[in-house]
């Protein structure tokens, strides 16, 4: 009986020990072992596993790490970064990092920081303060004086965002473990105050746009009708130049058959018939 129980015991711990000699690998991950804390080398490189299953001694360690492109997003009210511009305006930028891990310089990326996330927000952080407390452009001071940095810095975001990608892949880069891929500046907000002004100005330009096209369409309407009203007073004007030239034409006729002066009296007749009040003058 205690055979059997010295089997299956020494069974289970066979069972346990195989548990902790093998380590599976997922697609896109890399692993590395630590023994006793420190990291197992391939010679002067840190040793890797890519997807699969493997071998290792019970006591040392798997230490997996995520080899696909992240976004470390900074955005909204916390994660946003805070930076004063050259003229002393404070704006907020919301920005997307995308970076993947390098396998070559692995061991910095998971040895050499104790949060690498967090290290490299910070340090990102840091740089992009500088970079626009100091953005500048040929026409930067014009550009200045006329609109401020605010503006100067929307008109020129591309321009910005190449030079906010080049300094992280400069200064980040795989002295860290990682490689940036892009840097994206999603938004860019003024101050409180000066996005209240703004959009003053913007409703005020808005109601100045939308009274100007409504004084121009009831111009554009009184002109219509203008030229409606002369045509109409064309066309009544043409129909009593015919009708004075058939009547002239007419009398003429009369005149000419000698029977014009019984046909002025009477249609002096049919007048004086149908008038309620006649006034006679006599001449002296």
């Not at 043409?238 to 009477?266: D, M, N, S």
Request: aromatic fraction near 8%.
């Amino acid at each position: 009986m205690i055979e059997i129980g010295f089997a299956v015991g020494l069974a289970a711990f066979g069972l346990f020990l195989a548990g902790r000699c093998f380590f599976r690998v997922e697609q896109g991950h890399l692993a590395t072992l630590t023994s006793f804390g420190a990291a197992v080398r391939a010679g002067e490189r840190l040793r890797t596993f890519g997807p699969g299953l493997h071998f290792k001694l019970p006591w040392q360690k798997v230490v997996g790490v995520l080899m696909m492109e992240r976004n470390l997003v900074l955005s909204g009210e916390h994660g946003g970064t805070t930076a004063m511009a050259q003229d002393g305006t404070v704006l907020r930028f919301d920005s997307i990092l995308r970076f993947a891990p390098v396998e070559k310089a692995l061991e910095h990326f998971l040895f050499d920081l104790r949060a690498p996330l967090d290290h490299i927000t910070g340090l990102f952080t840091c740089l992009l303060r500088n970079e626009i407390a100091n953005f500048k452009t040929a026409d930067a001071q014009a550009a200045e004086e006329a609109a401020g940095s605010y503006a100067l810095i929307r008109r020129e975001r591309k321009l910005l965002n190449a030079r906010i990608e080049e300094f992280s892949r400069a200064e980040i880069g795989r002295r860290y473990g990682v490689q940036f891929n892009a840097v994206d500046l999603t938004d860019i907000l003024p101050p409180d105050e000066l996005a209240d002004a703004l959009n003053a100005v913007m409703n005020a330009q808005n109601e100045a746009d939308a009274a100007l096209h409504r004084a121009e369409a009831e111009c554009a309407q009184r002109v219509v009708a203008a030229e409606r009203g002369v045509e109409i007073a064309e066309a009544r004007a043409q129909a009593a130049e015919v009708e004075i030239a058939e009547l002239a034409r007419f009398l003429h006729e009369l005149h000419r058959q000698g029977t014009l002066p019984l046909y002025v009296a009477r249609r002096r007749a049919e007048v004086l018939s149908q008038s309620r009040t006649l006034f006679l003058g006599s001449a002296s």
